[in-house]
């Protein structure tokens, strides 16, 4: 009978344990699930992946030029939380997007634009370049979305196989340093004419001879467009027939011709006979240490016209000019290169 007996509150007992173990376990899934939820939040913002905002040149006008960056890729990210930097060389500073435009609704979304002020001031330091940071903070997390380097270069020119091309409208001054060309040594001067080539077109601003002692002489032109090149032609003609008429170029490569920069230094090369030398005429452009100083904007030629590149005739004073760009742009502006890059164009001081 005992065991009769045990096997009759045995299912008593089971049933028992069960709502027991299903309490427990109804308990803690409540428990669990009530802790989870409790460590819900508001979903993350989506990012745009490193290298995925690039930047991008807006055709503004100079007064008008921005710094652009396009949301390429990526969720939106809410503009109060956009943090953007300027490394300029000098130091960091933040700059505020505008918030109008694409961020007039308060986010940036793929396939919309970020616009900064540039500021003169700010991004032309000297520094060859500007970092751009983008940052999305929210309190004490942070996260970037992109750093980018902008070329910074001051407005002026290059010089393509020896022409002059402002990258910017100009008007351009070319002078007449000086010239010292005489059929031998102490004898009489040889005539020189100098043409002078902007873009497609050819002035003569000194009809005849300019070597005739009445240096420097100057001439102005106006209103270039920018990428128009210039080059002058220096022409030795002696009516005398002395000697065979010869022109050089300054945009020959062939030797004949020396262009100086800022910081170069000038051959140190004895004038023929009794005529003056280069850095002679040069003499107002130099520093302490003998090195051609120049403004960005400027650049000086040296011409030779004899028979030879080498020997005691070939002094490179034959003509020396002085090009000086001028400009009235004032405040730094995004522009594009040919290659379709975009430099960040600094005025010249």
């Known amino acids: ?3 009769e007996h045990a096997r009759a509150i045995s299912p008593v007992m089971g049933v028992a344990l069960m709502l027991v173990i299903i309490v427990l376990l109804s308990g ?5 699930f009530l802790g989870f939820t409790d460590s819900l939040n508001e979903p993350a913002p989506m990012f745009t992946q490193q290298g995925q905002v690039e930047i991008s040149v807006e055709n503004a006008s100079i007064t008008d030029q921005k710094l652009v960056l396009v949301h390429e890729a990526g969720g939106n990210v809410q503009a109060e939380n956009l943090v953007v930097k300027f490394n300029t060389g000098n130091g960091t500073v933040e700059v505020e997007p505008s918030e109008t435009g694409d ?3 308060g986010a940036w979304s793929a ?10 001031d700010t991004v032309c330091t000297g520094a060859d370049s500007l970092g751009v940071s983008v940052t999305y903070a929210d309190g004490d997390q942070s996260h ?6 902008v070329p910074v270069t001051s407005e002026g020119f290059t010089i393509e196989d020896g022409a002059v091309v402002p990258n910017s409208g100009y008007q351009a001054e070319v002078t007449v340093l000086g010239t010292g060309f005489t059929y031998g040594a102490g004898g009489p001067n040889i005539d020189i004419r ?3 080539a902007v873009g497609n077109a050819s002035y003569d601003p000194w009809p005849g001879n300019v070597n005739n002692n009445g240096n420097p002489r100057s001439h102005t032109f106006t209103d270039q467009p920018a990428g128009a090149g210039i080059k002058v032609a220096a022409t030795a003609d002696e009516p005398g027939d002395y000697i065979s008429p010869r022109t050089r170029w300054s945009n020959e490569s062939n030797g004949w011709v020396y262009v100086l920069r800022d910081g170069d230094q000038p051959p140190n090369i004895a004038g023929f006979g009794d005529q003056d030398s280069a850095s002679s005429y040069v003499g107002p452009y130099l520093d302490d240490d003998g090195n051609i100083s120049l403004s960005d904007n400027e650049a000086i030629y040296l011409f030779e016209l ?3 590149q080498t020997g005691s005739s070939a002094d490179f004073q034959d003509v020396v000019l002085l090009v000086t760009l001028q400009t009235e742009r004032v405040t730094a502006s995004v522009e594009e290169t040919t290659t379709g890059e975009s430099v960040i164009v600094c005025p010249t001081t």
Do not use: H
């Not at 970037?144 to 380097?149: A, D, F, P, R, Y």
């Open 1 to 3: 009978m005992p065991r």
């Open 306 to 308: 004899g028979n030879s």
């Open 111 to 120: 396939g919309e634009r970020l616009e900064l002020d540039i500021d003169t």
């Open 194 to 196: 100098l043409d002078v």
């Open 144 to 149: 970037v979305l992109s750093t980018q380097t």
């Open 103 to 105: 961020l007039s609704d």
């Open 28 to 32: 803690t899934t409540v428990v669990l």
